[in-house]
């Protein structure tokens, strides 16, 4: 017995139109710093306006976002009263969305106690919606968050189906305006999800239906828009396809490559998607052999016959970074020194092995694993251990 | 074979954990005990507890409860008789047992989490005792 879990779902271009017909009496927005500079809340405003709605913006969002950053939100929630919380970005401002809610819906509890594990008795006080601008995180179908500690510290890896939004208004001119860097490294999370779902002990045919559609549209369309961000078509279908992979992972969770991913950026402040992008190929070499039917549901999906090897796959996934400009290999980053990569090591190792994702993994890697793949991930070699 | 629940199987249990490296590596930073909460059902028809000292990798002491009061524990881990059975059969993942509500956790949560690789290879050690269920 197990669980498909989802928010309701609106899509299309131009479907924040359907905020106007929410019935709302006040409204917050939470958002990046970025996303105010350009107007784009007042998008929402519009919509809002037209059901009645008064609306309250917290725009003071950041990437990889600190615990302190939600318990503000929060107390700007608490202050405002709605009874209606939307977030609206990427994976940071929607993240923050989530634990904003629940410490305003349970003021009584902290961060720390969104776990997966207990019933929070969210919703009495407002209601959820989640507005993505990237493509992305698919934090706006999840029921994770993702938080860091402090400057410097670790992830967070925050969950409880609670989380999960009432709706999620998946409107394709939102990310019209992404520039390439960031459609290529939102692109590869949403990669990165639907593979490792495929690969995940959660695995479930709900999940694969998503994720196999999922990894279709990703190698089809990212290169076009990475190349050509006015292409609405491909645009669009990168943009429903980071939903998908967010509904695959969501209900089977990821593996190594994002424990090694999220430890990476942590440490090193990299960005995400370009974090956990790195590890993918890597992560599939490690994880194949163990999971070997359930990578060759990805068979026919690629479009060039039967997947026969984990190198072959990863190649597959190295050439779509090739197009893309995604970094193969931590030290190609260019931001890492090795001395500071090798002093770092010990910490690396420590926060991926706590990292919840090598659990599902199918193939949980030891310490001593973990620091080989961060090995090869800094070299490039490919894993044959 | 070694009869489930009694006092022989938690001796095998200790022994067999303190032979696992995987568990070692996997909670070498894991201090806390633990309560293995079995409820009647089936062919158990008291309440079984096991007690756990883990600590570092290694399980200090392991033994059957007089009583489930008997003492308390960091953690209680519980679920019915047949629920456990499945888990030892690794029928049930042991997170995925939480979140379906087969199985019950009392303890601080978010420590646990961090440590779902060890809790992992502890269910795991279960599994490598010739077991006879009752």
């Known amino acids: 017995m197990w669980f498909f879990t989802s928010p309701r779902l609106v899509f299309g271009p131009g479907a924040v139109e359907f905020l106007s017909s929410i019935p709302t009496k006040r ?89 997966p594990l ?36 670790r992830k967070l890896e925050l969950a409880n189906r609670e989380l999960v939004a009432e709706w999620a208004i998946i409107d394709s001119l939102l990310p019209t305006t992404m520039p390439p860097r960031l459609t290529a490294d939102t692109g590869a999370d949403a990669l990165c999800h639907a593979v490792e779902a495929i690969s995940s002990d959660w695995s479930n045919p709900f999940s694969d239906a998503y994720a196999k559609e999922a990894v279709a549209s990703i190698f089809r369309s990212l290169p076009k828009v990475v190349k050509d961000g006015g292409n609405a078509e491909a645009r669009e279908e990168v943009h429903y396809a980071a939903s998908m992979g967010g509904l695959a992972f969501g209900n089977a969770q990821v593996g190594v490559g994002h424990a090694l991913g999220h430890s990476l950026g942590s440490v090193f402040k990299i960005p995400h998607g370009r974090s956990v992008g790195i590890f993918l190929p890597y992560a599939i070499e490690f994880n194949f052999d163990a999971a070997q ?55 690396l190792v420590s926060r991926a092995d706590q990292s919840t994702c090598v659990s599902m993994n199918p193939r949980v890697p030891s310490t001593a694993e973990l620091e080989r793949l961060f090995r090869a991930a800094w070299s490039g070699a490919t894993v044959d251990f | 074979m070694v009869k489930y629940p009694s006092e022989e199987w938690i001796t095998a249990f200790m022994t067999e954990l303190n032979k696992n490296a995987d568990y070692e590596d996997a909670a070498k930073t894991w201090e806390g005990d633990f309560i293995f909460l079995i409820k009647p059902e089936g062919a158990v028809t008291q309440p079984v507890a096991f007690y756990l000292d883990l600590f570092h990798g290694k399980c200090r002491e392991a033994r059957m409860l007089a009583s489930p009061t008997e003492r308390t524990a960091d953690f209680t881990y519980e679920g019915t008789y047949e629920n456990w059975k499945k888990l030892i059969r690794k029928e049930i993942d042991p997170i995925k047992g939480l979140m379906s509500g087969k ?24 599994t490598l005792i010739p077991t006879e269920f009752a």
């Not at chain 1, 009645?52 to 929060?74: H, M, S, W």
């Not at chain 1, 919380?85 to 003021?107: F, H, N, Q």
């Not at chain 1, 190198?311 to 400009?325: C, K, N, P, T, Y």
Request: with cysteine; glycine share 12%; charged share 25%.
């Open chain 1, 27 to 115: 409204a917050l927005i939470i958002c990046d710093r970025d996303l105010a500079k350009r107007g784009v809340p007042e998008r929402l405003v519009e919509q809002l306006a037209k059901g009645g709605g008064e609306v309250k913006i917290f725009a003071d969002v950041e990437p990889e976002p600190l615990v302190d950053t939600a318990q503000r939100a929060a107390k700007m929630a608490t202050e405002f009263g709605p009874d209606c919380i939307i977030g609206l970005g990427g994976g940071s401002a929607m993240d923050v969305a989530k634990a904003a809610y629940t410490l305003y819906e349970r003021p009584d509890l902290t961060v720390y106690d969104i776990t």
């Open chain 1, 118 to 153: 207990v019933d929070l008795g969210l919703g009495k006080k407002a209601k959820l919606i989640q507005v993505p601008t990237t493509s992305g995180t698919g934090s706006e179908t999840t029921w994770a968050t993702i938080l860091t500690e402090g400057p410097g510290g």
């Open chain 1, 293 to 347: 039917e359930k990578f060759r549901r990805l068979s026919g999906v690629l479009g060039e016959g039967p997947v026969r090897s984990g190198r072959e796959l990863s190649a597959h996934v190295r050439r779509l970074w090739d197009a893309i400009g995604m970094s193969p290999s931590i030290s190609s980053l260019g931001t890492i020194g090795q001395t500071d990569f090798e002093k770092a090591m010990p910490e």
């Open chain 2, 103 to 126: 199985f019950k956790l009392h303890g601080n949560m978010m420590k646990v989490m961090r440590y779902t690789r060890a809790a992992k290879e502890l269910v795991n050690n279960a």
